[in-house]
C-alpha cells in the first residue's frame, strides 16, 4: 500500500509541476499519468471509484502522449484579456479540466472510503475536503473558460489564474494526503 | 436531493456558458475579412500618405500584406499592423506612402485619378481586388513654393482639426473645395477665416494676414459614416502676385474609433448583405 500510494503521488507531482526549458518538458505528464495508474493499479483495496479514477488517467495518458505528438493542439495558457482563444485549444483546456475532475474524484472518493473503512474518519474528511475544493476550482474553470472564445473579458485571465492556484493548491494538499494515507495503512 | 440540484444547477451552468459563448461566436463573425468603405483624397506628392483600413476576425489567417494600385508605382505601403482589437475582430491598418511623384509626365494633365478597387496580396500568397471606397489621386502641380505656408496644424481623436497658415506675399483667394463635400454633407463642418473674417471668394488677402481653419466630423454613432474613414485634401485655391493660379493642399482626417456595439452592428449588416 505504502508503494502505491508514494507511485500515485510522485504521479501526481509530476503532473502538477510543469519545468519547461527551451519548451522540452523536463517532468512529462505522460511519465506522471503511467505512475498513477501504475499506484492505482497496485491499491490493495479495490473501490469502485479507483476504477473511476484509473479510467480518467489512461484518457489523460493518451491525451497528453497527442499533445506530444502534435495531434492535439498545443496547451494554451489564458493570460490576456484583451485576445480570443480558438475553439479546438479551449476544448482541449475544458476535456482535460472534465478529465482530472473525474480523476480527483475517484482518487479523494477511494482513498476516503478505503479510510473510512479502517476508522481513519479524520483522513476521509479530508480527502472529501480535497475532492470538494478541487471541484469548486474546476467548476469555475468550465464556467470561465468558454467566455476566452469572444475575447476581451477582463475577468478571465483573473479568474483562471485563480482556478489554477486553487487547483495547484488541491493537488499539493492530495499528494500529502495520499503520502500520509501510506504510511498510517502501514502502520495500522 | 438538495445536493442533487445543486449539482445538476452547476452542469446546467456550466452547459449553458458553452452554448451561449459558442453561439455569440458564430454569430459575430464577419462572412470574410474586407477594407472598410473609405473616403480618400491624396496628392501623390512624394511624403503624401493615407491609410487604409481593413477588418477581420480574430482568428482570420488570410491578412491583407501589402497593396498596390494601378498606375501609381510610386505608392508604396508599410506593414500592415493591428490598429484596435474587439471580441471577434481586428481592425488593421496599412499606410500607403508616396515615395516619389509620377514619372510619367502625361498623368498630371490626365487630371485626378479616381480608384474604387485596388490589388491585395494576402498573407497565404494570393492575389486579389478589394473594394475599400472611393479614393481621389491628385496628379497635377500644386506650384511649390507659393506665398502660403502652413504655420500649425493639429487634430484629436474625436475628429477635430486645426490649421493656421500664413501668407508672405499678397494673394487673391479664389475658392475653397474637397470632391467629398457634397457627399459628407453635414458630417463634415469647418470654419475658415481671412485674419478675423469669414472667407467669402473672391478675396485679395494682404501678406501678414494669418488664415485659419476649423474643421470637425460630427458623426453620430448610428450613422453609416461612423465607420468610415475619411482622408481629406481641401483645396483652397489662389492667384499669387504674378497671377499664377496656386493651390494650398490642407489635410485633413477622420480616423475611425469604432466601439463594441458599432463593430457588432457593422458585423450584423455585413452578415445580412451576404446572406
Known amino acids: ?188 | 436531493m438538495r445536493k442533487a440540484f445543486f449539482g445538476w444547477s452547476i452542469v446546467i451552468l456550466i452547459i449553458a456558458s458553452w452554448a451561449y459563448n459558442i453561439h455569440y461566436h458564430r454569430t459575430n463573425r464577419l462572412p470574410e475579412g474586407r477594407f472598410l468603405s473609405h473616403l480618400i483624397e491624396v496628392s501623390d506628392s512624394p511624403g503624401d500618405s493615407f491609410m487604409l483600413y481593413y477588418i477581420a476576425n480574430n482568428d482570420d489567417k488570410r491578412l491583407p500584406v501589402s497593396v498596390s494600385i494601378e498606375g501609381l508605382p510610386a505608392l508604396q505601403f508599410y506593414p500592415t499592423s493591428v490598429y484596435m482589437t474587439f471580441s471577434n475582430q481586428k481592425l488593421y491598418r496599412l499606410i500607403g506612402h508616396f515615395d516619389a511623384g509620377s514619372d510619367d509626365p502625361s498623368s498630371a494633365a490626365a487630371g485626378p485619378l479616381t480608384i474604387h478597387s485596388v490589388d491585395v496580396y494576402c498573407s497565404d500568397g494570393t492575389l486579389e481586388k478589394s473594394d475599400i471606397g472611393e479614393m481621389i489621386v491628385y496628379r497635377e502641380d500644386m506650384g511649390s513654393g507659393g506665398p502660403i505656408a502652413q504655420s500649425s496644424a493639429s487634430g484629436s481623436t474625436d475628429g477635430t482639426n486645426t490649421a493656421t497658415f500664413r501668407v508672405n506675399k499678397p494673394v487673391t483667394a479664389n475658392g475653397f473645395s474637397s470632391a467629398f463635400l457634397n457627399e459628407l454633407g453635414s458630417a463634415f463642418t469647418y470654419e475658415l477665416y481671412f485674419g478675423t473674417d469669414a472667407a467669402v471668394f473672391p478675396r485679395e488677402i494682404e501678406a501678414g494676414t494669418p488664415i485659419s481653419l476649423m474643421a470637425a466630423f460630427p458623426v453620430p454613432a448610428n450613422s453609416q459614416l461612423y465607420l468610415q474613414p475619411v482622408t481629406m485634401r481641401l483645396r483652397l485655391e489662389y492667384t499669387d502676385e504674378a497671377g499664377i493660379s496656386r493651390v494650398q493642399m490642407i489635410p485633413m482626417e477622420r480616423h475611425p474609433y469604432p466601439t463594441q456595439a458599432a463593430i457588432r452592428e457593422y458585423v450584423k449588416a455585413q452578415r445580412r448583405a451576404a446572406k
Not at chain 1, 133 to 158: K, Q, T
Open chain 1, 1 to 188: 500500500m505504502r508503494t502505491a500510494c508514494s507511485q500515485i503521488a510522485w504521479g501526481f507531482g509530476l503532473t502538477l509541476f510543469d519545468f519547461r526549458i527551451n519548451g522540452f518538458d523536463l517532468l512529462p505528464d505522460v511519465l506522471g499519468f503511467i505512475l498513477i495508474l501504475i499506484g492505482l493499479a497496485n491499491m490493495p483495496d479495490r473501490q469502485r471509484e479507483f476504477g473511476i479514477a484509473m479510467t480518467a488517467a489512461a484518457v489523460m495518458l493518451a491525451l497528453s502522449i497527442a499533445e506530444l505528438a502534435g495531434a492535439m493542439p498545443a496547451t494554451v495558457t489564458i493570460s490576456q484579456s484583451d485576445r480570443s482563444y480558438s475553439l479546438s485549444a479551449l476544448s482541449a483546456i475544458g476535456l482535460s479540466t472534465l478529465c482530472m475532475l473525474a480523476l480527483l474524484y475517484g482518487i479523494c472518493e477511494g482513498f476516503a472510503r478505503t479510510a473510512a473503512s479502517i476508522d481513519r474518519l479524520e483522513l476521509a474528511r479530508s480527502y472529501r475536503a480535497a475532492w470538494q475544493l478541487s471541484l469548486a476550482m474546476g467548476v469555475i474553470m468550465l464556467f470561465v473558460l468558454p467566455f476566452g472564445l469572444n475575447g476581451s473579458i477582463g475577468f478571465l485571465p483573473v479568474m483562471t489564474v485563480l482556478a489554477g492556484i486553487g487547483q495547484f493548491a488541491a493537488g499539493i494538499w492530495l499528494i500529502v494526503l495520499v503520502r500520509r494515507f501510506g504510511r498510517e495503512y502501514a502502520a495500522a
